[in-house]
Structure formats: C-alpha cells, structure tokens
C-alpha cells in the first residue's frame, strides 16, 4: 500500500494528516525504493513493509514529541526516524532535524529525500563523535536500530551536558530490559517506556536526566 493511501485512509498510526504530508510520505517511500536498488538503506528482507515496519514506525517518536525544536538523529541510516520527523515538523512550518550519517551514499540519499520533499533538516556526513562541533546544542535526540542503550547513553551524554532538559526517544526491541540494566552501571536518568503500537514487544524509550554516575 502507499503511503499516501495509508495516510489518507486510516491515518498515520491512527492519527490524521494533511494531505500534503501524506504526499510527502508518499514521494519519500518511492525515492527510497528507488535508491534502495543501489544501496543497502534497510534490510533487504524490510523492503515488501516499508510502510509500517519503517515509515509509520518511524513516525511514533513524532506523535510522542509534537512540539517543535531542534532534533538530532544520530546515525540516520535509511532516513528513519529522521527523515520522518523532519517531514511530519514541515506540516508544522518549525523545528529542524539535524540527520547525522558517515556513510556518504546513505547520506546522499538523505540529502535528496530532505530536498524532494521540503521536510525540515539537514544531513551532515561525520561521525557521531564529531557532530558537536557543527550541532552544538539540542532539545532532542533519536536514534533507531543503532547501537545499545549504554552505548547510546555514551554518545548523547555531550548534547545533554549542555542541556539539562535534553530528551532522548529510542526505538529498542525485545531485549529493551536488559540494555536498561546494563546501562544502569553506568548512567542515572529518568524513563518513560511507550510500547510500539507497530511491532509487539518493542518499545520507544524516552529519556532525559542524563548523566554518569559517580564512581
């Protein structure tokens, strides 16, 4: 089904859209299957879901934090949930995604999905660890099918060093419980667990409060 076909009809994950977001939706899916032909954007195995298992999956860490503001989206990958949120704030008018991707294809590819659709962001071809330099401050941080919660914590820690009221929004699978007590040896921070209304047994992790513990 298309995205658009999917947002004008049911809505996206149950709740309404314009119809130029849905179109949005709709022309970032065929870009992505197009360029998906070249370059390995998701698991191949994904591909014959792309919008429930990636789009509208995607689109819950939105539907979660409406409010504008300044995201970061670290290793975006594919565009999700980047591209996503960058496209659901262009229905908004304000907020910007900052899609951080060291892959240079990939990262290609995110530059044309943004430019295409008019979504709200701006891709930046670096390490994670260098991203400070050029995204020194943000409100919130995604992050999907990227490393575990210790590791995650590790890499947001700079951003919520400067912000207090930092929020992280984390898609985690299954497994979500024991990376929480893993990552419990080394980090404080206050949680928030919201079950995907797309894949039983996943959650989205909202965070903030960061910071390591002492000792």
């Known amino acids: 089904m298309s995205a658009t076909g999917t947002s004008l009809g049911r809505g996206l ?17 065929t870009l992505f299957s197009k360029w998906a032909k070249a370059i390995n954007l998701v698991a191949p195995s994904t591909l014959s879901d792309l919008w429930d298992r990636h789009i509208a999956d995607s689109a819950q860490i939105f539907q979660l934090q409406p409010a504008p503001g300044t995201w970061l989206d670290l290793g975006s990958g594919g565009g999700f949930p980047g591209v996503i949120t960058a496209i ?29 659709t008019g979504a709200r962001g701006s891709v930046h071809a670096l390490r994670i660890e260098a991203a400070m330099d050029v ?15 210790d590791g995650l914590l590790g890499l947001i820690n700079p951003w919520a060093e400067r912000n207090d009221k930092l929020k992280a929004y984390l898609h985690k699978g299954r497994d979500y419980q024991s990376e929480i007590d893993n990552s419990r040896r080394r980090w404080h921070y206050d949680l928030v667990i919201h079950d995907s209304v797309i894949e039983k047994d996943s959650v989205i992790l909202e965070i903030d409060g960061i910071r390591p513990l002492k000792g």
Do not use: I
């Open 13 to 29: 994950n149950g709740k309404a859209v314009s119809r130029e977001t849905a179109e949005r939706l709709d022309h970032f899916a």
């Open 88 to 116: 659901l704030l262009a229905q908004q008018g304000a907020g910007w995604v900052h899609l951080v991707e060291s892959n240079n294809k990939k990262a290609a590819f995110l530059r044309t999905a943004l430019a295409e």
């Open 135 to 149: 995204v020194p401050a943000v409100d919130y941080v995604s992050a999907r099918a990227l490393a575990d919660l």
